[in-house]
């Protein structure tokens, strides 16, 4: 980039107002990884208002050459969009959001806590109140009763892992590169915000010029300590049914090659978690998800693992079926992490590390496992996935499935394509069934499994990975309904989708989910309160109104032919596919502790009640 004018004297100063020196600043931050360099925040996203139309608007229409807005329709999608732009760069690099005052900032709640959760920067600038207070109780101001100083912002500092308020312009000399350092640091990534006075935002200062000479923040790889190696070592070498577990960090750290020789070397068999997903090609010693949304072959392999190494993973009850899934009566576990707090989780021997260094070492330095042990997983995965197949089919009644959903889309993934799920069904059925094609990348939001996520989110894939392969997005109707408005966005800025509806007239998952576990669902299904007819909504319909293509598939075949179709097609697809409500797939076998209700009338909720609280006294462990 174009360096500033003036960055080579130490005391020239530059001046400029709190809007343009953020702009400037963010221009000249780069990351760098292996050698490789790139611009650590590359675009904006923003919706204006009063509180910051003049401060930052006019700041990047004069000094935003290298930073362009993007327009979302909502703040909180923006935020999801960048936390799809964040996992496709393996969080080298994020995009700033910034909304108004008020509501504008307050829509961004639930993007930071979803950030932060599945452990993705995003870079939050909200507007906030007068710092001067000149103007008194500005508009859309909450005005607290017990402390002048408060104002909605302060509801991001609990979710996020780096909050700021610039009441005047010099701070930003420590706290925008304090913003980046938490930013590109891996143990320490999230949502970070700073929150910026409307007044302030217009102040200028002299700032230092070298303050905006280009800067490159090196993420490093932390390499593993002698000594928690050889405790990990030693434990490996005791085990006699070791399994490695695959969260998001090994995608995070790029381990995926060193994932594989790890497990070919030492014949450990692999599953993943969530934000894993796709961390291992299909192949003899992957066995598919773990825990509740998971494969039976890898959760009944879990239950025997005598060693467990959990790599790059948050270990969220999902994962360890609510600490239900690990049944050796002396397993171990080492975790490692390059943050040290879920490295220590399940009181693991940690190994405070790099995901694909602590790999490449351990592949290098570990056992292989008994051949026996190794036929052992071999004879559990072939069944899984026979189970799996015979599922996967029609229902014979005429109508889809799920499972016949998200097999059509499967076999149309190709290389270079990625899909993209999580609420609903979706992000379990994906981790569940579907077949990472290699040199094709999953991402699945589980960690907060926010509703609304994921037609954002692609849209951040998709302008981090430019024109090419396919981003198919798979959502319940429900989800749709709570999040469609980006698919405008999707037309506006030429960013490619292909979304398929999967239609079963209700909130469908957490209708079985009620039934399941009390008996009863209340307020999931989509029916006209008067007399219960079913809503009807026509989902190609609105996509169409919103620029879309719009298809709608009734059949598996007409289903691959819209995907054909779409990947032939220039603009975003949405396919509607009315699904058989309540046929998910084969469940994992995992427990799942959801709580009960102690006191309920009707004897049948009661005896669900009963025979859950059973399964957690049978399964549940505390390590
Ligand atoms: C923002 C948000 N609100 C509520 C939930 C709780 N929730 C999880 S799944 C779900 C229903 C999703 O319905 P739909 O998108 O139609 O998918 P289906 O369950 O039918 O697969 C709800 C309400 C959530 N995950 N996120």
Avoid at 188 to 202: M, S
Avoid at 260 to 284: C, D, H, I, N, Y
Avoid at 338 to 360: F, G, N, T, W, Y
Avoid at 519 to 537: C, H, K, M, T, Y
Wanted: aromatic content about 6%; glycine content about 10%; overall charge negative.
């Amino acid at each position: 980039m174009a360096e500033h004018p003036g960055t080579t004297s130490s005391d020239e100063t530059v001046r400029l107002t709190t809007g343009q020196a953020v702009v400037r600043w963010l221009q000249a931050q780069w990351s760098e990884r292996d050698g490789v360099r790139r611009r650590a925040v590359p675009a904006m996203f923003g919706i204006f208002g009063h509180g910051q139309v003049l401060g930052l608007g006019q700041a990047l229409a004069q000094d935003g050459a290298e930073l362009p807005l993007h327009q979302p329709k909502n703040e909180q999608a923006m935020v999801h969009t960048a936390m799809g732009f964040a996992k496709a760069a393996r969080r080298l690099q994020t995009l700033a959001c910034t909304a108004s005052i008020g509501p504008g900032a307050t829509n961004m709640l639930t993007g930071a806590a979803t950030a932060t959760v599945n452990r993705l920067p995003v870079l939050l600038l909200p507007a906030d109140t007068f710092a001067s207070r000149r103007s008194g109780v500005v508009l859309q101001q909450l005005e607290h009763p017990l402390a002048g100083d408060v104002s909605v912002n302060d509801a991001f500092r609990p979710l996020c892992r780096h909050f700021d308020r610039i009441a005047r312009p010099e701070q930003l000399l420590s706290a925008l590169p304090e913003a980046m350092r938490v930013l590109l640091d891996p143990a320490e990534t999230g949502a970070v915000t700073i929150a910026l006075h409307q007044d302030t935002l217009g102040e200028a200062a002299d700032f230092p010029a070298r303050f905006f000479a280009p800067r490159t923040w090196r993420v490093t790889r932390r390499p593993p300590d002698p000594l928690e190696l050889a405790d990990a070592l030693a434990l490996l070498r005791a085990a006699r049914r070791p399994l490695a577990i695959a969260g998001g960090g090994v995608i995070h750290s790029q381990a995926e090659e060193a994932l594989l020789a790890f497990a070919q070397r030492t014949g450990v068999p692999v599953a993943e978690t969530s934000a894993g997903k796709g961390a291992m090609p299909p192949g003899p010693l992957a066995l598919g998800g773990l825990g509740v949304n998971g494969t039976v072959a890898a959760n009944r392999v879990a239950a025997e693992a005598d060693l467990v190494v959990c790599i790059g993973t948050r270990l969220t009850d999902f994962t360890t079926g609510s600490h239900s899934i690990f049944r050796h009566p002396d397993v171990r576990f080492v975790g490692i992490n390059v943050c040290a707090a879920d490295a220590h989780k399940l009181s693991a021997a940690p190994l405070v590390a790099d995901a694909r260094v602590a790999l490449e070492v351990l592949a290098d330095a570990a056992p292989a496992v008994a051949p026996a042990y190794r036929d052992e997983v071999e004879a559990e995965r072939r069944a899984w996935e026979a189970a799996l197949a015979a599922e996967l089919g029609g229902d014979g009644a005429g109508a889809l499935t799920q499972g016949e959903v998200y097999s059509t889309v499967n076999a149309a993934a190709r290389a270079g394509d990625w899909v993209i799920a999580a609420a609903g069904w979706a992000p379990g059925d994906v981790l569940k069934a579907w077949r990472v094609v290699p040199g094709s990348r999953a991402h699945l939001e589980f960690g907060f499994s926010c509703m609304a996520h994921e037609i954002p989110a692609a849209l951040g894939v998709r302008m981090h990975e430019g024109e090419g392969g396919e981003i198919f997005v798979l959502i319940g109707d429900g989800t749709y309904l709570m999040g469609a408005s980006e698919l405008v966005t999707a037309g506006q800025e030429n960013w490619k989708l292909t979304v398929v509806v999967l239609d079963n007239a209700a909130f469908g998952s957490i209708d079985a989910l009620a039934r399941g576990k009390t008996g009863v669902s209340v307020g999931n299904e989509f029916v006209a309160r008067s007399d219960g007819r079913p809503l009807g909504v026509d989902y190609a319909a609105n996509a169409e109104s919103f620029g879309c293509s719009g298809r709608r598939a009734e059949d598996a075949g007409a289903l691959a032919a819209a995907l054909a179709e779409a990947r032939e097609g220039d603009v975003t697809t949405v396919i509607h596919c009315p699904t058989a409500p309540g046929r998910p797939l084969p469940d994992s076998g995992a427990f799942w502790d959801l709580g009960v209700p102690e006191e309920a009338a009707d004897e049948s909720v009661r005896a669900l009640a009963a025979a859950h609280l059973a399964e957690r006294e049978r399964l549940q462990r505390r390590y």
